[in-house]
């Protein structure tokens, strides 16, 4: 089988990158168009990656040949599609919000699907946000999108915020064993890499924290309600629970971010040991289907007294793993416990790259 | 007046070169006695600490030609306060638990009251734990402390630890305005300090935290309700609430403690107008009686976003003060909010000092 | 005596904000004039200074209710200097080199002398580059300065790089005792802070250093000529050496420079006591004139095997005093040793404050 | 063919650690034998490295039901060779030096061949100081070694110092062209990981750097000339020069050392060019025969002006290759670069087993 050619829009930011090096092997699809600000457009990608490059990996063969093409210019990706370059687009977009819903509206209007990290399109209702352990029907969504907008090809397919990648799939394996989850604390502690290069300033980042994302905690509490929701009638509805607190904090870690986390289950509490059980074995539909970018186990238990920890526990399952630790009763809620999760990976470029795959699965890519 | 003399139990350690720095220029105190472990005993304390002082600010004159005695015999102590040397000494031991238990009973058994900064004594019923802004009238336990041990002059007095210094003030003054507290999240990230020297392994404290501080939960969830408790019969009887569930982190920051918290009321509950009011305006008795070691509000309020950070507030109230910020509603509970306190000051020396003068204003010294 | 009104030109920016602190309480000088970008004219300095503000300690009274005025509109200071707001200014200014060099000559053109901290003008020869303990009698080359412009009352006088503080006056001294220094090889290891606001991004900063500065290692191994140089015929000439080699590094230090020096004397060479003694005992015209920003002694060695280190030493003297240790035999040229300043205080505001000193010392502010 | 059993000599500590990980999939040895401290002896290594396991990476299959046996005790591994698990030994004991150099010596009087890590028998003139792409000859000495100890099949073969593993290689391949090095400047910026575990305190290396490391300097100016030194009458006669001074610092950073060097050639000056050809083309003996832990190319030139750094630059080659930046002319000597290598790998256990490649390639093993 010949690989599926795809593009990336923002390809020489950091998320850009690190999609870029995660396809660099991926045996089903290919970087064959990158796409970046105006100011790169129309140099070979080697050249505007130049003095820009943050990763200790480097790209696949003949990406650094690739002309960058202005991202705003989305007939160029058409055109590329048209050429069999391009067969969808991962959106590492950084630009306003508003800029970022238009133009991949735009694309997918021009027949281009969009697997998005953005944050823009997260809660448009007939638009899936998925992480494929946990709800991989909401990509059932899409054919009453491209009816909406009256598209044929093209359609918009989101994750969710990075923040919340480490809690969500043990979340919901308890509740798919049947147990409620009523509330839940959440205290975050983000790696500078979630914000970007340049990012947090060096100055902020030595013998400090700053106790402040902006935006980070309204995602953490929303964004699950969509992610647990259901199909109906042509919409996500939202899920009526659990109600959820979270504090987010930077910390000085490059990678890797960290939660604290309080469960408060419904009148039906597992034990202990049921609830490591049902986490150690958990498996979904990109594990048992053999989707390429998952992990083995999407849960890795860790019993040191001292892990998760981000420079130990972060490439878990080559980033894509979760790592969770200090599973133990809570004194106010039933249960606590730290997760840990790769941000850059699992949480943004290593996560869109799960989700086309779930895409493809499904047929729709 | 001239100023009484005090001895520093374990003075080499952090704690004890902290306390020794506080004391440099205090208008009440004077270091005329300095013990630690038998290997520095016989020197001048000047080369004892030669190698071991970790603090940018220097010690007062004199400390460093004292004789550092061994802090295992109390013979010493007892002769240095018959020669008028050493009054009452602060305890910053750094030894076994049962050992600092029964050294710190056998000072105050020799008749030198005990400062102390150890948790070994924290949960004797007739041994007041105390911060002299919440509970100053537990120091009322020390005739019946001192009338069970059939102890003259000698008592035991202690301070909690330093992990819940950045809230404990702020819950009270809620309470102390007739608001119940139900149930508390707390999630810290808390400074190298804390730990002494050498404490974390550099290696950890690059590019990683450590989830995980041993004992430092389950003092977080208990001490308070000793602290919140009250006197009866001659002991101590622990308050009923707040529930507080704890997670204790350990981050790369040198000195100062964060804490995210959030806060149920009971079915009375201010508004946050209200809350930051009496924040604001919080003063207790070490500011009403002007103790020299009292910042002049226990409380500093920041309006900024992403305030309180480590670096930038651990010194307020010259490391007196706890800062707090991020004062909002919780989506789970009723409020939440961000503190901060520096760990070595008000978490130990400093509020070590404070008691010391709370104790002496209330006749004890 | 009612201290001389000065303005800060730049005031909103790291060395701007250093320049308010540092004169919160002198003897000599106060704010009275705050000049930034058009963007911050207008505003009370207070608001324009919000959630900019990077510093632990805040500003003198007053300051906060300044209307901050557009840097680029010299008339406004002429305007504040006739009414006796603002008798010369700092410059502080974070701009293009050619606008800054045209701005500064602005001001002095418009009577306004300007004391300042940019490299634009440092290689002009009638501009004097200061460090008030080692080439005071630059200063008189501000008549021909005066002359050559056809200027009244105006006059520009800087300050060298942060980089090369810690070192100068160490070689100065031993240059005054009769020792040729033939060639200097100097590492740096240089704080976060000389980077200024936002600076170098925490990503780079966190694991990592970065072996390159931009400009650093050229400016570190001119400015020494000119500062040792001599005045003649209305110029300053420089020295004909040492032969200095810079390699300058960044690390994750928030503030103090750190050098590794090895120094090659002439035929006469010192030895290791005589260099000690020369160094401990060293004083210049700011000690024995008594400037208000001196230090007691500029020089602080220190005998530990392990220091200077930045966060224990950096505040040696206020942030003002260099501090040496490890001084030894080089095993390929003669001395080699570590030193340390404060790059923000020494190197930058403290630097420009203590070079007004010695302005107004010799009769020309 | 099947593998060559090997034995790890301090199997618990960091380097024991990284031998053991970086052997799990090697071609020619096999970990058959791990020896401790005696504490851990008769546990399996699964659980005496429990809780002490400090690499991301894990140990190979089998090694953790291995025995830890005393390292104490030469017999257990005399006994282990005649079964066929132990035919050689890496030795990364951490002990007092003249306890190490007569316990390497006991092993290799028992017939079994060492391979060091540790320094103590570095400068004992019949044991070569191997880095196989520049003194692979020196191994011939071993044959002298046995006889003047009568040791039969026993002997003991070092690596240098992990601080000079950076420049070593470039410094050769100038030499092997003919270019002879009179003089060499070295200021190091090195890692956490280089003193152990729990090694430098984080108290220290947060916002901070230490300007010294015990013993390192000596090391980095003695070593080299014993390695450019040459065999003769049996035994290492040193080299003449270059003459070395090292300056040396500990900097906040996992892996890899830094290192800024500056060389004086003699009256052979080759130009920028030449030597930048030189360094990239460089190959030798490990590549040529293709050993496998050799990198394909042992020098990894960078072009960017800010780099090699650390985190991005150390896994260059597996770690196993060092990275060159900023090649310049020296404003006092004759060239200037910065140089990059893995501490723990190319700097000790990676070059460990690279010697003992070596040494099976020359028939020694």
């Known amino acids: 089988m010949s690989k599926i050619p795809v593009g990336i829009l923002g390809a020489t930011g950091m998320v850009g990158q690190m999609y870029i090096t995660l396809l660099a092997e991926h045996p089903w699809f290919e970087v064959r168009y990158v796409a970046a600000s105006p100011r790169s457009a129309g140099k070979p990608f080697r050249d505007a990656a130049a003095g820009r490059w943050r990763l200790r990996t480097g790209w696949g063969a003949g990406v650094g040949e690739l002309t960058v093409e202005d991202a ?58 998925l992480i494929p352990e946990v709800n991989p029907r909401h990509a059932d969504i899409i054919p009453f999108q491209q009816k909406n907008h009256r598209w044929d090809r093209g359609f918009i397919a989101v994750k969710p915020n990075c923040s919340i990648q480490s809690y969500m799939i043990p979340l919901h394996a308890l509740m798919q064993h049947g147990y409620e989850l009523r509330r839940v604390f959440v205290t975050t502690l983000q790696a500078i890499s979630g914000a970007g290069y340049p990012g947090v300033p060096g100055w902020d980042m030595v013998d400090n924290l700053i106790p402040f994302i902006s935006g980070e905690e309204e995602k953490s509490e929303r964004e699950p309600l969509k992610i647990f929701g259901s199909l109906k009638d042509g919409a996500i509805v939202n899920a009526p629970g659990p109600k959820i607190s979270a504090h987010c904090n930077r910390v000085p870690v490059t990678d890797g971010h960290t939660a604290c986390v309080s469960l408060e289950f419904g009148s039906k509490k597992p034990s202990l040991e049921e609830i490591k059980k049902i986490w150690a074995d958990f498996k979904a539909l990109p594990q048992e289907a053999g989707f390429p970018m998952a992990p083995d186990y999407p849960i890795v238990l860790r019993e040191e007294a001292d892990r998760p920890q981000p420079r130990q526990d972060r490439d878990a399952g080559q980033g894509m793993a979760v790592s969770l630790g200090r599973i133990r009763p809570c004194n106010v809620f039933d249960l606590r416990f730290t997760a840990l999760s790769h941000n850059t990976v699992r949480g943004a470029a290593g996560g869109g790259i799960l989700n086309a795959e779930l895409l493809k699965h499904r047929g729709y890519l």
């Open 72 to 129: 705003n210019d989305v007939s160029r990706a058409v055109k590329a599609q048209g050429e069999g370059r391009c067969s969808f687009v991962f959106s590492a977009l950084d630009m306003e919000k508003e800029t970022i819903r238009a133009l991949e509206e735009a694309y997918a209007a021009g027949g281009i699907p969009v697997v998005s990290n953005a944050s823009a399109n997260r809660w448009v209702s007939d638009i899936p946000m």
